[in-house]
């Protein structure tokens, strides 16, 4: 099985990319919006088709990409049934199966960091993604999203210290650069469910940690809440006064590589990717202005807003950011390239095939 462990350095958050390395079916665990042009990148390079966007439950630290994913790639997305959330494609329970392949990951219900916590086991027993539940010599905390240490305590003992001690376990989130842990190691150091730990204590130190207001809550959870959709953007978008941009579900303007290819003189293009990023195997466009995402608005500051624009990246997660944060300059008629240069190259190679046949 392929196996991808990602991190994202600002919330400290783990992504997983799980893999059939015959069939190349795929499933992501916890995927992060900011991340998203990475994701889409790695699942592009490794020819992978993208099944399914699970998450371990509703996130009050980054925005899930698991919507963003479903739109791009046709992923269904996945929460447990106890969420709250009415978004998510699959809603599971515990003993439900996710397949992929010949691979499946078991449905295992651990709530008590919220009370829609899941836990995915492969099913040969070998690794355990627990999410926020149980991390590396810590869990999550149990003071918010219906939280309850009781509960959280019994999960851990019932449904992942009752694996096998082998099994590796792969947390949502560690803040000390450790990547993995086990059932046995986690029984034995856990300094808050481990070394035969009671309810009772258990209970006491959670009750005692007086942790901060978490820092991204605010614009985290509501858009979780809507599969990391912005739940403004939900709502049918404003007219732009132009025909062929598209508003997708997580609030991007876009148009096709086709409509691009058919208008280029009509439009100013500008590429965000990074300087070596051009000289790579995908190219530029022509007469397109390189500009990178860290340096926006740049020469643009001097252009008139009703100028069209269209915004070009790899795959279409940098390129939408920077068409929003132009969108907030008062530019009236710019949009992401969807799918970026990696969907405009498919385009060209299939028109020059065309051309001759």
Known sequence: MLFRQLFDAETSSYTYLLADDTTRDAVTIDPVLDQLDRDLGLISDLGLTLKYALDTHVHADHVTASGALRDRLGARTVLSERAGVGCADELVKDGDVIRFGRHGLEVRETPGHTSGCLTYVTLDRAMAFTGDALLIRGCGRTDFQQGSAPTLYRSIHDKVFSLPGTTLIYPAHDYRGRTVTTVDEELRCNPRLGGGASQAAFVAIMNDLKLAYPKHI????????????????????????????????????????????????????????????????????????????????????????????????????????????????????????????????????????????
């Open 218 to 357: 605010d614009r985290a959870l509501p858009r979780n809440q809507h599969c990391g959709f912005d739940p403004i953007s939900l709502a049918p978008p404003p007219a732009r006064g132009w025909d062929p941009v598209v508003v997708s579900p997580t609030g991007i303007p876009e148009v096709s590589p086709e409509w691009l290819r058919a208008n280029l003189s009509a439009v100013a293009v500008v590429d965000v990717r990074e300087p070596d990023e051009l000289r790579g195997e995908l190219g530029k466009i022509r007469d397109a202005t390189a500009i990178p995402l860290g340096q926006l608005p740049g020469p643009l500051a001097d252009v008139s807003r009703e100028r069209p624009l269209v915004i070009v990246c790899r795959s279409g997660g940098r390129s939408g950011k920077a068409a929003l944060q132009l969108g907030a300059l008062g530019f009236t008629r710019v949009a992401s390239l969807r799918g970026g240069m990696i969907a405009w190259r498919a385009v060209e190679t299939a028109a020059s095939a065309a051309s001759t046949a």
